[in-house]
């Protein structure tokens, strides 16, 4: 049997190096070192993404007690769902415009009234989406706008990091999402008022718990040690390899999350970290750019396939490429090409596995759409692959790569 090769992370994340993981002095003010890096006057910083999600809707609830739905698009993280059932409020999926990622602007309508609180445009895989139609939509019937860029650090608009205009963005800090802390979470907040009401919320309902920063810290330890072409095979190949060999796909794209939302405070340590590694992501962030669009071009040419950019309504928009998400011909070469590449260790994966309604174990969080319901974010979640903008896929692995799926597409 040939040796296998080792195994590509299924995004970009940023590599630690020994010097991170010092003990803190004076550099664990995370949030500084973010708003410096976004150029925004503040930063909170929460344990998760999904926390940032938590206590921003909180704030907003508190607002507007008797505005009880946020909107979300139909093809995204489930954590999103846990997290608005988690504030006790009641989910609606927006269906995409076909072919993008941005929400259908006639669906969005529908579902926007005086009883929606909130509508949650997302910038999926580093490419931004169409911020201005939501927030016009929201506006219209006195919502508020906050943006999911959890897999977006980085990206820019103009001048300006992505989601500084709007009423809210959040970045995620968890593994794969380029800059992590194993977990954690970025959120900023526009108006000043809404800001306070926000780190109002975090002050009184978030806890310091020893415990989990505690098993945090030893996490993110073994992530410093483990992402690197030697770990990645016993870390992420091994436990994939045996997902898939279960059919689990769920499990293997990690859309297995648990229902239960840690909330607590990060340490100084895991801040440190963070603030060390986040002076290399500029760099990082630029190579990965470079590499993406020669890649892009490549996929193009050698495969005839199309490879999802940024939304055409955003001037001026400059995503970031954690990976370059794909646009398969059907769902059946789509599915032929991820059987046969999945758990090869080769770069390639699915960004999620369903539309959000079709997750049998979220469907307490999720309500039911019918057969025809959304049928752009289901034919997008049937299509769309991901391949790592990994440094560690090299130029040969990738051309292996594009061989293959020009072999599926046909
Ligand atoms: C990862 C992710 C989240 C949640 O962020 P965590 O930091 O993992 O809690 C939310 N939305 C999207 C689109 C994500 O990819």
Same mark, same amino acid.
């Given at each position: ?19 991170d ?7 664990a003010?995370?949030?500084?070192a ?24 909180? +704030? ?47 669906h ?61 963005? &959040? ?31 975090s ?75 986040? +002076? ?26 199309s ?44 960004? &999620? ?8 174990r ?15 974010a ?19 692995? &990738?051309?292996?790569?594009?061989a ?7």
């Amino acid at each position: 049997m040939a040796e296998r090769l080792a195994d590509v992370p299924p995004t970009a994340g940023l590599p630690l190096r020994a010097g991170d993981l010092a003990w803190p002095g004076t550099d664990a003010d995370l949030a500084s070192a973010l708003a410096r890096f976004l150029g925004v006057p503040q930063v909170q910083i929460e344990c998760s993404g999904t926390a940032c999600m938590v206590v921003a809707l909180t +704030a907003l609830k508190r607002l507007a007690p008797t505005r009880t739905e946020v909107v979300v698009p139909a093809y995204t993280c489930p954590l999103v769902a846990l997290a608005v059932a988690h504030c006790g409020l009641q989910l609606r999926v927006c269906d995409l415009q076909p072919g993008t990622l941005d929400l259908d602007p006639v669906h969005l309508h529908q579902l926007c009234g005086p009883q929606t609180l909130a509508v949650v445009p997302t910038h999926l895989g580093g490419r931004l989406t169409d911020v201005a139609t939501a927030q016009a939509c929201a506006r219209a019937v006195g919502a508020w706008t906050l943006e999911d860029a959890a897999q977006a650090l980085g990206a820019r608009v103009g001048d300006g990091s992505v989601g500084v205009h709007s009423d809210m963005v &959040f970045f995620s800090l968890a593994v794969g999402k380029g800059l992590t802390l194993f977990e954690g979470g970025a959120l900023v907040v526009h108006d000043p008022a809404l800001r306070q009401a926000c780190a109002q919320v975090s002050a009184e309902t978030v806890p310091r718990h020893r415990g989990w920063e505690l098993r945090r810290s030893i996490e993110l330890l073994g992530y410093a040690l483990c992402y690197r072409p030697a770990g990645l095979g016993l870390v992420y190949g091994r436990p994939l390899r045996q997902a898939l060999k279960r059919g689990d796909w769920v499990a293997a794209a990690g859309d297995d999350f648990d229902p239960e939302i840690p909330l607590h405070r990060v340490g100084r340590w895991r801040q440190a970290v963070g603030v060390r590694a986040l +002076a290399r992501l500029p760099d990082f962030l630029a190579q990965g750019t470079a590499r993406a669009l020669r890649r892009r071009e490549q996929l193009t040419r050698v495969t005839g396939l199309s490879v999802l950019g940024d939304s055409p309504a955003v001037p001026g928009a400059a995503g970031t490429w954690p990976v370059l998400m794909v646009w398969m011909p059907g769902a059946a070469q789509r599915d032929a090409a991820i059987r046969a590449l999945w758990g090869a260790g080769c770069g390639l994966s699915l960004p &999620f596995v369903h539309a959000l309604p079709d997750y049998p174990r979220y469907a307490r969080v999720v309500p039911a759409a019918e057969a025809g319901a959304l049928p752009h974010a289901r034919e997008l979640a049937g299509r769309l692959l991901a391949i790592s903008n990994s440094p560690w896929l090299d130029d040969a692995r &990738f051309e292996q790569v594009c061989a293959a799926l020009a072999r599926f597409s046909r």
